[in-house]
């Protein structure tokens, strides 16, 4: 078995593979014990037919095309890797040569990782921020505190308000007649909330508890059922239960049961510096992306579309990993969206190319600066990990393997490279913005 690369331009190549024929007769041989059981000729038990005979009726290449899956697949991982190529595609097969007793060819062509050229990655300028932490936020942010520590409590009487929880039951009406999925039983709605057609909610406030009460309403023109799109409605609704929402009085009682301050100035001095730490990581964060962005804006790539359909591809990959850990399935999805397959790769293309530039201009700063990750960064990466699934770090190890721990290094090693660019640039003050007259 061997290898021979075939560059090709942009950043392609032909990865010719040569199997001998002994392999490839071994091949025919593994395909027709797999299917032998499923051929029947008369004369012969099943199972039983020679293959010399079933090549005879079917012709020679009739196992052809399973012994080339076969031997594809369980060569091509470990030749692509023996080429010492960076394959960062898919590959495209193509059969050279096949036949009995003679050498199986088959071409793979790929994508090589591209040459990049760095621009200015050192002394990157970018904005300054600077962190103000204002009285209204703070007020936000203890009012959020309130609301989380509220209380429901059931109303009955007055009628309904702006903010309350209702729960009612109502029948919608076009032209006279009900209408399909225009009915509602002890349905909970938070008037204020937006959810039902525009209009619905506020036509509630006043309703009185067990008092029918007509609410008219016009279906917007984009309305998802086409019918009903751009038809006025009459819904006719009776509010069952009013449940207000209760929240409880800032003061030092408040204060001293939700925190370790006693007193309604250290909560707020303490809620100040929680905003600030948070402003200030924000704008570690915007900093970090402002100069990445800037340096592979200046860094010249031309990258070959399999590299970027593969990328697609793992994203779209992702995605439907994350729906399955919420019990959805990438075709349900995609039918409640009104989307395809299709839709969403191009969809994903600009961040598939923004993902691989970054990831291959780091890299290019990693060999430029001979920037390394440790044994030391890595068994802290490991503890990291365990604690965040939590598992023993040996476990987590294991798991990785080898090839993990190699992809770890390689990832901790860009990391590093991000901190020392970000490091190396230089904060300037935003120009001031021009009033208008």
Do not use: H
């Not at 751009?230 to 209760?246: H, M, Y």
């Amino acid at each position: 078995m061997s290898v021979k690369v075939e560059k090709l331009e942009g950043s392609m190549a032909d990865l010719v593979i040569t199997v001998s024929a002994e392999e490839f007769n071994s091949a025919i041989k593994r395909a027709y014990e797999k299917q032998k059981g499923k051929i029947s000729i008369p004369g012969f038990r099943k199972g039983k037919v020679p293959l010399s005979m079933v090549e005879k009726l079917y012709g020679e290449a009739v196992f052809y095309n399973d012994a080339a899956d076969d031997l594809i697949n369980s060569t091509y991982p470990e030749e692509a890797e023996a080429c010492g190529e960076s394959i960062v595609s898919s590959p495209e097969i193509s059969v050279e040569q096949i036949g009995r007793d003679k050498e199986f060819i088959y071409r793979a062509k790929v994508a090589l990782k591209p040459p990049v050229s760095l621009g200015k990655y050192k002394g990157v300028e970018v904005e300054k921020t600077d962190i103000e932490v204002t009285e209204e936020e703070i007020d936000k942010e203890i009012e959020n505190v309130r609301e989380r520590n509220s209380r429901m409590e059931e109303v009955t009487d007055r009628p309904v308000k702006d903010g309350d929880i209702t729960t009612l039951d109502f029948e919608g009406f076009v032209d006279g007649a009900a209408f399909e999925g225009g009915k509602g039983t002890d349905y909970p709605l938070t008037i204020g909330s937006g959810s039902f057609i525009p209009g619905f909610e506020e036509q509630l406030v006043g309703a009185e508890i067990g008092v029918e009460k007509e609410v008219n309403v016009t279906f917007p023109e984009n309305y998802q059922a086409a019918e009903l799109a751009g038809k006025p409605a009459v819904f006719k609704c009776t509010v069952k239960k009013i449940r207000e929402k209760i929240l409880p009085e800032f003061n030092a009682d408040f204060v001293s049961d939700i925190s370790e301050f006693d007193t309604v100035e250290e909560y707020r001095a303490d809620v100040k510096k929680e905003i600030t730490a948070r402003k200030e990581k924000e704008a570690k964060s915007a900093r970090e992306d402002a100069v990445v962005k800037a340096i592979v804006e200046d860094a010249a790539i031309e990258l070959p579309e399999p590299m970027i359909e593969t990328q697609q591809r793992q994203m779209v990959s992702e995605f439907e990993q994350q729906l399955r850990m919420q019990g959805m399935q990438l075709s349900q999805y995609l039918q409640y969206t009104g989307g395809s397959e299709e839709q969403m790769l191009e969809s994903m293309r600009p961040t598939a190319v923004n993902r691989i530039k970054t990831r291959l201009v780091m890299e290019e700063i990693v060999k430029a600066e001979n920037i390394t990750a440790t044994e030391e960064d890595f068994d802290a990466e490991i503890q990291r990990m365990a604690e965040q699934y939590q598992m023993e770090a040996d476990r987590v190890k294991e798991i990785l393997g080898e090839s993990g721990k190699k992809q770890t290094m390689e990832d901790l090693a860009v990391q590093k490279a991000v901190t020392f660019v970000v490091d190396a640039s230089v904060e300037k003050k935003a120009a001031a913005k021009k009033s208008e007259d």
